[in-house]
């Protein structure tokens, strides 16, 4: 069974840069698509970026565009999340998800979900 592990939150000031990396347990991880949601306080869950399998797709949220980049490196077993220019309003728990289907959406139907890392942006 996967299991994600994710790392790298942390507090930061507007402005700042994080790196969020998601960690899978088994070797197979390319076999996975991941996806990057998040969950601010008292607000719904939202999708943030996902990355096929292959990597040959990438999608992001519009509040992120431009700002966060997702990679992977397969061999490492591992997905990042590059965030540049952060906001206040980026501040939530991280969370990585993985299936294996092959489509790179926001829909929450993932089979398996790491338990989060908090990313704080503030003055």
């Known amino acids: 069974q996967l299991q994600l592990v994710e790392s790298g939150g942390g507090s930061v000031q507007p402005g700042g840069s994080l790196r969020l990396s998601c960690a899978a347990s088994?070797?197979?991880?390319?076999?996975?698509?991941i996806t990057w949601f998040r969950q601010a306080p008292g607000k719904e869950r939202e999708g943030v970026s996902c990355?096929?399998?292959?990597?040959?797709?990438?999608i992001y949220a519009d509040s992120v565009k431009g700002r966060f980049t997702i990679s992977r490196d397969n061999a490492k077993k591992a997905v990042y999340l590059q965030m540049n220019s952060l906001k206040p309003e980026d501040t939530a728990v991280y969370h990585c998800?993985?299936?294996?289907?092959?489509?790179?959406?926001?829909?929450?139907?993932?089979?398996?979900w790491g338990k989060g890392t908090l990313v704080t942006v503030s003055s």
């Open positions: 088994v070797l197979s991880s390319n076999s996975y698509t």
């Open positions: 998800a993985a299936k294996t289907g092959f489509s790179c959406n926001f829909n929450p139907a993932n089979e398996y």
């Open positions: 990355i096929s399998r292959g990597a040959d797709i990438t």
